[in-house]
Every structure is written in structure tokens, then in C-alpha cells.
């Protein structure tokens, strides 16, 4: 008998994160958050509360953090081109 679930998973983050990077630190907190929220509700965080050209984007959804990672991976934001991956 297991006894049930681990309980090691009550203190995860709920959500997936997402590891975006490769942008200019000159690319506004505002304009990461525009881009991601086409994809879903999202909350985004910065290392050390300021841009260093990376950054990590959470999504509720799995599915929405999955459509992010397939639709702006590779893309070219201020002349930089974005790297997103799931942490």
C-alpha cells in the first residue's frame, strides 16, 4: 500500500515555468509581458528584479506555456532572438 501522494508536491509552484532568454537588456518588462500574454495568462519574473536579458514566464496552463514555447522560441524581438524552454 502507498499511502497516497507525495507530499513534496504541496510545495511546487503550481503552473509550468519557462525560461526565456536571449533578449536585449534594452527590451522593456512590458514588452516580454505583451508578447507572452498572446499566449495565456502569465506572470513574468525578474532575476534580481531587473532586466538582464533573461527572464521566467509562468503559466497556470500547461497547454498555454506549451503554445508559448512553440510559437516564440526562435523569435526576433529588438534584434535578438528569443530562447524558451521549459525549466
Known amino acids: 500500500r502507498g499511502g ?3 507530499s513534496d ?3 511546487e509552484p503550481v503552473g509550468t ?3 526565456v532568454g536571449g533578449f536585449s537588456t534594452d527590451t522593456g518588462p512590458e514588452d516580454i509581458k505583451a508578447l507572452f500574454e498572446q499566449c495565456g495568462k502569465c506572470v513574468v519574473e525578474w532575476p534580481d528584479g531587473c ?3 533573461f527572464c ?3 503559466y497556470p496552463s500547461h497547454k498555454d506555456a506549451r503554445k508559448a514555447i512553440k510559437k516564440l522560441n ?3 524581438v529588438d534584434g535578438y532572438e528569443l ?3 521549459e525549466e
Open 4 to 6: 497516497g501522494g507525495s
Open 83 to 85: 530562447e524558451v524552454y
Open 9 to 11: 508536491s504541496a510545495t
Open 51 to 53: 532586466n538582464k536579458g
Open 74 to 76: 526562435g523569435v526576433e
Open 17 to 19: 515555468q519557462l525560461f
Open 56 to 58: 521566467f514566464v509562468r
